[in-house]
């Protein structure tokens, strides 16, 4: 059974359900982690009026959608994020899957990847906060791939990159700060780069670090509170990564052929 652009619905079809629920659960990572809750007790329940949710009210996507992004029980307004995460999670699995989807070592690694990277997005979006308890698994993920047969970085590439560029950077901000008095990429910044470094390898981290690099400095341009407070950076390494990780081969032939 194949589907439209190549993609089989035997394997698209439980791809996309199990997006859907992953995406549930980065709601709950989202919801809990900057509050430093536990994300195993209680179970799910309404932020508002703290009622557990039966099953029936859980469903990924559908739930949200039956109940008009409302409480059943108190009527409180559940936020737009849960159902961007719901959507968006499966969708970038399947690209993924498009992309990846012949070779099972790249297609895990990728799926690993951003199963770290949704969260640390809208964490990050809405709280200004990478937290170490995301990026230190997600860099020990990232060179646990590196020792396996058939990954796309080695195991020395992604560690020497992650490496290098923490310091290089660390003395980038250290130099930004006294030169011009005011803090300059965060902390948790500069461990979600190393994290992705371990991923990406050298030369990839280099182009998604451009490239976010000018995603926010559009943002800022056109956000108030940008120009006013400064940018939270992870949502555009976010953006950057997933954008060279789907279209960067593509990217680079265009400018060779330009060239």
């Not at 039966?54 to 936020?79: E, R, T, W």
């Not at 300059?184 to 976010?212: H, P, S």
């Not at 400064?230 to 950057?240: D, R």
């Amino acid at each position: 059974m194949v589907g439209v652009g190549g993609l089989n619905l035997f394997f698209a079809i439980p791809i996309f359900v199990l997006g859907a629920c992953f995406g549930s659960f980065f709601n709950v990572l989202i919801d809990r982690l900057p509050k430093h809750q536990s994300i195993v007790l209680p179970a799910s329940h309404c932020a508002s009026c703290g009622t557990p949710l039966p099953f029936y009210l859980n469903i990924p996507i559908v739930s949200y959608l039956v109940l008009g992004g409302k409480c059943k029980f108190c009527g409180a307004k559940i936020h737009i994020h849960h159902l961007l995460v719901e959507i968006l999670t499966p969708v970038i699995y399947l690209a993924l899957f498009w992309k990846f989807g012949t070779d099972p070592t790249l297609f895990a690694k990728y799926l690993v990847l951003f199963s770290f990277l949704i969260p640390i997005f809208f964490i990050d979006l809405y709280n200004r906060l990478i937290l170490d308890k995301m990026t230190i698994p997600m860099a020990i993920f990232g060179l646990g791939f590196g020792l396996l047969p058939g990954n796309d970085i080695s195991f020395w590439n992604a560690l020497l990159t992650a490496v290098i560029l923490l310091l290089l950077m660390l003395g980038i901000v250290w130099l930004f700060e006294k030169v011009r008095h005011k803090e300059g990429m965060g902390g948790g910044d500069l461990k979600l780069l190393a994290a992705l470094a371990t991923y990406l390898g050298a030369i990839n981290i280099a182009f998604v670090l451009f490239f976010a690099s000018i995603l926010a400095i559009i943002g800022a341009v056109f956000s108030k509170r940008g120009r006013q407070e400064g940018i939270a950076f992870g949502p555009f390494l976010a953006v950057a990564c997933l954008i060279w990780v789907l279209a960067g081969g593509y990217i680079l032939q265009w400018y060779v052929n330009i060239l």
